[in-house]
């Protein structure tokens, strides 16, 4: 099974939570975003576990794939971050 987090919890989680659940290696396990709420609503709807900062969900969090679904302005900054080598669990 490959663990996928998904930072950003915009207009484009859904579709990206539903190609996630139609892969059956797949398996959605965080979702980051700077506003709490909506980070609250992935985790109740998707059965993941809520970041408001994708900094914390790197440390704290193991993914073979990262999905980054924030505005292109910030992508530079969220693949440099979620790049850094792993924790080992």
């Known amino acids: 099974m490959l663990r996928v987090w998904v930072?950003?919890?915009?207009?484009i989680l859904e579709?990206?939570?539903k190609a996630i659940?139609?892969?059956?290696?797949?398996?959605a396990v965080a979702v980051a975003d700077v506003r709490l709420e909506r980070a609250e609503e992935a985790a109740r709807?998707?059965?993941v576990r809520a970041y408001?900062?994708?900094?914390?969900m790197v440390d704290k969090?193991?993914?073979d794939i990262v999905i980054v679904a924030v505005p292109h302005v910030l992508h530079?900054?969220?693949r440099f971050i979620?790049?850094?080598?792993a924790p080992t669990f």
């Open 15 to 17: 579709r990206h939570m």
């Open 52 to 56: 408001t900062d994708y900094r914390f």
């Open 82 to 85: 979620v790049l850094k080598p």
């Open 76 to 78: 530079r900054e969220a």
């Open 61 to 63: 969090e193991r993914a």
């Open 21 to 27: 659940s139609r892969m059956e290696r797949l398996q």
């Open 7 to 11: 930072v950003g919890a915009g207009i």
């Open 45 to 47: 709807l998707y059965g």
